[in-house]
């Protein structure tokens, strides 16, 4: 009995150690960093409540207004958000994530449901959209369709005007460069400027220790917007990952430490970041990227998280 307790005794105070970890203090960095997460129950975890971070990212299918169940998941997300004082930004995404069998909509379909979508949850203080989620990677119907991803952006200017708009989104593979470029040149010159907000995923760059596939999609947005705005719309430490990445939350960890020197080094190109994401799957699935475990037990990658917030904003 005496040893039970001594072990109780001990969890609580690791728990506690973890908790105590500051949260913030006088931000040098004026990058927001928030969190990319598809669980409400994440927001009201306490390990999640002491980072203080104020800023969400939720994908969602472009269809999801057809799906019930999926309108009750995103509304729930929002509502508790809002309630405790954070902001969602909702990225469009595939209705099927599995390589190259998501469906391509027409700019008229998009308007239609994606309209939709907007109208239901702008009301609920949702001001920030991304046009489409990941488009230059296979599991997006858009990976080989920029001209369409392009005319994506234009219905979302008509659907939702006033809002901030991550206009393209984009992973640091290889060709992402004349994506970008396709992208553009779809678009007239006029709304080139426009579409200033671009979304980065740059897993290769950190988990591998290096900037290029993030400095060649900067330099190539930057040949057609002169004052462009980098979010890392999706980032962080890869615990596992197939065959690329085996099982290593202290490689996980590593890597997220290097996410933040990548911040403070493009701190004037980068505005904001969205690590993702919270819970991870022990290791028992082809991708897992958790900041703590299935149970919710902070992993070594947690407790990087809130050392490297300290300097930056939420």
Known sequence: MLR????????????????AVPARSDAKYRVAVGLGDQQTMTLTQPL???????????????????????????????RTASSRGMSVMIHISTNDLRIRRGRLPSARGYRRDVGRLVRRLRPMGVREWGVWNEANH??????????RA??????????????????????????????????????????RRSARFVGIHNYSDVNRRRTTGTRLIM????????????????????????????????????????????????????????VYNWFGTDCRTRMDTGLVNKDGSARRGYRTLRVGLRSFTR
């Open 4 to 19: 039970m307790t001594a072990v109780l005794a001990a969890a609580v105070a690791a728990t506690l150690a973890v908790l």
């Open 138 to 147: 296979a599991s997006q119907p858009t990976w080989n369709h920029p001209k």
């Open 150 to 191: 392009a005319a994506y952006y234009r219905q979302m200017r008509r659907i939702c005007r006033g809002c901030r708009i991550v206009a393209l989104d984009v992973l640091d593979q290889r060709g992402v460069d004349r994506y970008i470029s396709r992208f553009y040149q779809a678009l007239p010159r006029n709304l």
């Open 219 to 274: 330099r190539s947005v930057r040949r057609y917007v002169r004052s462009p705005h980098f979010w890392l719309t999706e980032t962080g430490g890869v615990v596992e990952l197939g065959r690329s990445f085996r099982c290593s939350e202290r490689r996980a960890a590593n890597r997220l430490k290097y996410l933040f020197r990548i911040l403070k080094a493009y701190r004037h190109s980068i505005d904001r970041a969205y």
């Open 48 to 78: 999640f409540i002491a980072t203080q971070i104020k800023r969400l990212r939720y994908f969602i299918p472009y269809n999801a207004i057809h799906s019930r169940s999926r309108m009750q998941a995103v509304e729930d997300y929002v």
